[in-house]
């Protein structure tokens, strides 16, 4: 009966271990709403992060819109995730694939994030982006 006392702690451990960080750290995105300005197609943000900061931008678009995205930073590490609306998690276009530029049409109507983060081995680094997103909607 000993084995049993001994399983219980190491089945403890591995939940733990095993828990991902990223659950944890998803409270620090600040979110900033993006409103075009009267008859315009497009808006720019430069801003910057540091580190694990992460910055959700949030633009309404509907379905059939031709969305065009890119960004121009200044540290290699540093791109941006397209969230289709009533997405939290599963990005529709990750920008570490695709030079950080988005070109295409919008499935659905509704609101659309622009996650901007770093790569964890730079935000382990504290590294800091400077970086221009260039947002257009036709």
Not at 11 to 24: C, G, M, R, S, Y
Not at 113 to 125: E, L, Q, T
Request: hydrophobic share 40%.
């Amino acid at each position: 009966m000993n084995y049993l006392r001994l399983g219980t702690p190491i089945l403890a451990t591995a939940f733990v271990l095993l828990t991902p960080p990223a659950i944890i750290a998803r409270n620090d995105i600040r979110t900033v709403g993006i409103h075009f300005a009267p008859g315009a197609t497009s808006a720019v943000v430069e801003d910057s992060i540091t580190g694990y900061e992460t910055v959700d931008y949030v633009l309404g678009a509907r379905k059939g819109q031709y969305m065009n995205l890119s960004m121009a930073t200044d540290n290699t590490a540093n791109y941006f995730n397209i969230l289709a609306p009533h997405e939290d998690a599963i990005a529709m276009f990750n920008s570490s694939m695709s030079e950080n530029q988005y070109e295409g049409t919008l499935p659905e109507t509704g609101e659309y994030k622009i996650r901007v983060y770093m790569m964890r081995s730079a935000a382990r680094r504290n590294e800091k982006a400077n970086y221009r997103l260039e947002m257009i909607i036709e």
